[in-house]
């Protein structure tokens, strides 16, 4: 599963599998503010078990050239 700059996971949600988690989320994020939403979801997501790859990095709401290749070839594994 690919997550860019997560906000949640929705109520409801069935855990299924054991999918692998990529995670990215720029650290000045002004739509989805990085403390309230990756800051928390990742270490909860390995708190239940998943195998979580968390890129962050410094910058706003977007998806820098790098994360995006890094998360291809992380994908493509």
């Not at 720029?26 to 939403?37: A, C, N, S, W, Y």
């Amino acid at each position: 599963m690919l997550a860019f700059s997560p906000g949640f996971v929705p109520t409801g949600v069935a855990e299924r599998g054991n999918p692998r988690i990529f995670v990215s989320h720029g650290t000045k994020d002004q739509i989805l503010p990085f403390e309230t939403t990756s800051r928390r979801l990742v270490p909860d997501l390995k708190q239940a078990g998943y195998r979580v790859n968390f890129q962050e990095f410094d910058g706003p709401h977007a998806m820098p050239p790098e994360i995006a290749r890094g998360a291809i070839e992380w994908f493509l594994k």
